[in-house]
DNA sequence: TAGACGTGGCT
DNA sequence: TAGCCAAGTCT
């Protein structure tokens, strides 16, 4: 009791002004959860002022195509966010005639909405008590109690869960769960949190045990995973180039790229132009020119992918079908998009 | 269920 | 710098 309250007198007089909290519209709610999985408030505020200009309603979503969605989503990194997003807007509007479902246990149907999201929310926008537990919940609960089961085993997940809901402001459920996640955000900070002038400060076990720096307790670190890509970046005297989609399983689904030849450490061009993959894939009479001499290292959370662009000039080549001013239309990883904008500087 | 999934900021 | 972290979810 003593802790909710204290944490909701913190939040009344230190929350975020930010646009989806001026509306309890679970349309915009559920905007601004997606965008921010993962993702800091800086980094997918545009974002999320672009979705809602552009599409005002679930309707608005749900008639746009999924390359267009992908596109506005380019720079935000975690594309299936995207795709689902847009896939539920349209069972939203078919099934549910626009109407957005208002409970824990169908909001949660929706694909990519899990047990956060549908908590963030059916407590803000339905009142409904359900907390919510992400990487500040996590933090401030673990600090203030002083536990340390691991918050990333199945053990500690269900625990935080319990803990997070024994607690929550049952009259005003929302405005509870966004007041510890702002006050893990901006006060109870991974590093250097704000101890001194902490409201909780007198009743904080890791305070008192000197266990700041040890608490949350995470386990198992991630593997990084190397890999070489070479792009081959096509260029016909009538300016068109090749773009594909990636399908199927694995990074950027949906996001479109050059021709790739992944290969299993850096080759030269000798290499690159002997290889049978691109020898099926090319004709003879090409000029192939390494555009960035030195390696670019694009780093994802599970990978380092090693990149080399390669400039391939063909007088004309059935295969090249995409003109060079459309290609800022097309959805592009975060690496492709760089490499676009210092070709476009070196010719200008 | 552990690992995959992006990008950028901070130390 | 290399590693951690950020309003998690899916398979």
């Known amino acids: 009791m003593k802790f909710s309250n204290t944490l909701i007198y913190w939040y009344l007089q230190n929350n975020r002004t930010l646009p989806w909290r001026k509306t309890k519209n679970p349309y915009f709610i559920w905007l601004s959860e997606i965008m921010l999985q993962q993702t800091r408030v800086a980094q997918g505020l545009s974002y999320y ?7 005002p309603t679930v309707f608005d979503l749900a008639k746009a195509d999924e390359s267009t969605v992908l596109k506005m989503w380019q720079g935000l990194g975690y594309y299936s966010r995207a795709r689902n997003l847009h896939f539920s807007s349209k069972q939203i509007v078919n099934e549910f005639k626009g109407e957005f ?20 929310i059916a407590s803000i926008c339905f009142n409904e008590p359900t907390a919510v537990v992400d990487g500040n919940v996590y933090r401030v ?4 109690f002083g536990i340390k089961t691991p918050i990333n085993s199945s053990q500690g997940i269900k625990e935080f869960k319990a803990l997070a809901q024994s607690l929550i402001d049952n009259t005003q459920p929302g405005t509870f769960n966004q007041a510890i996640m702002d006050f893990g955000a901006l006060h109870c900070k991974p590093q250097n949190p704000l101890c001194e002038t902490c409201p909780l400060s007198d009743s904080c076990v890791a305070l008192e045990k000197k266990l700041i720096k040890e608490l949350p307790v995470k386990e198992k670190k991630i593997k990084v995973r190397k890999r070489y890509f ?17 399908k199927g399983k694995g990074i950027w689904q949906g996001l ?19 290889s049978e993959e691109f020898i099926n894939s090319f004709p003879n009479k090409t000029s192939i020119s390494l555009f960035n001499e030195k390696e670019i290292i694009h780093k994802l959370s599970h990978q380092h992918l090693h990149t080399h662009f390669w400039i391939v000039e063909i007088k004309s080549f059935a295969e090249a079908t995409v003109n060079w001013n459309t290609i800022n239309t097309f959805p592009v990883p975060v690496l492709i998009a760089n490499f676009l904008e210092k070709l476009n500087f070196k010719s200008n």
């Open 49 to 55: 002022l672009k979705f809602t200009s552009t599409f």
């Open 101 to 120: 479902p208002s409970t824990y246990k169908e909001i949660i149907k929706l694909k990519g909405i899990g047990d956060y999201t549908a908590s963030a």
């Open 141 to 144: 609960l673990s600090r203030y």
């Open 230 to 246: 070479n792009f081959l970046v096509v260029k016909t005297d009538d300016d068109k180039t090749i773009l594909s989609e990636r």
């Open 256 to 274: 479109y790229q050059f021709p790739l030849i992944e290969t299993d450490r850096n080759i030269n061009k000798d290499e690159l132009i002997s």
